[in-house]
T-cell receptor, first 116, second 111 residues
């Protein structure tokens, strides 16, 4: 049973435009959400996170939005650059719910391709 | 300086062999994990260690055993390797369950 879902296996965006990656979750205990970026043959790299007490977190070109009622979060990258081409994983953890030691639950990933 | 390092990066071995993957973190983190990324690209947690104590143990075969000689190391031992064990294994560490830092991964191929 997938508790974190990324329904788009791949996404192609033109350089300079906005990339929007989506993620849905089912476990109400999740209260901390993270996005990771992964290049081939490398480990996932932390990108940005958001706590359930917020609905938006911004870091440079990256913004994460959280809609708790819909159990949905999204990552916006603007403007998209060629170096952004990678697989993006959404992850969640019940950090404040006392289950933080359970580790991260990951989505299946979305392969973002930035076209010149 | 690599924050989380794991060795080897590639491991090819025959069925039935016993192998180990090493992991070290120099971040002073209190919790270390092993994740498995299977052929379907799912990243799933296998184990976590906090202060030398196994906190969780997902439903992985008991042929897999984590060993932590100290807070900075969490090695993964696998006995009697099977074809289905072929995957990429990632080590990770966190402090107070915040953002996890991952190693580069070990691609294990069992032939």
């Amino acid at each position: 049973d997938q508790q974190v879902k990324q329904n788009s296996p791949s996404l192609s965006v033109q350089e300079g435009r906005i990339s929007i990656l989506n993620c849905d979750y089912t476990n109400s205990m999740f209260d901390y959400f993270l996005w990771y970026k992964k290049y081939p043959a490398e480990g996932p790299t932390f990108l940005i996170s958001i706590s359930s007490i917020k609905d938006k977190n911004e870091d440079g070109r990256f913004t994460v939005f959280l809609n708790k009622s819909a159990k949905h979060l999204s990552l916006h990258i603007v403007p998209s650059q060629p170096g952004d081409s990678a697989v993006y994983f959404c992850a969640a953890i019940p950090m404040y719910s006392g289950g933080g030691a359970d580790g991260l639950t990951f989505g299946k990933g979305t392969h973002l391709i930035i076209q010149p | 300086d690599t924050a989380v390092s794991q060795t080897p990066k590639y491991l090819v071995t025959q069925m039935g062999n016993d192998k180990s993957i090493k992991c070290e973190q120099n971040l002073g983190h209190d919790t270390m994990y092993w994740y498995k990324q299977d052929s379907k690209k799912f990243l799933k947690i296998m184990f976590s260690y906090n202060n030398k104590e196994l906190i969780i143990n997902e439903t992985v075969p008991n042929r897999f055993s984590p060993k932590s000689p100290d807070k900075a190391h969490l090695n993964l031992h696998i006995n009697s390797l099977e074809l289905g064990d072929s995957a990429v294994y990632f080590c990770a560490s966190t402090h107070m369950n915040t953002e996890a830092f991952f190693g580069q991964g070990t691609r294990l191929t069992v032939v």
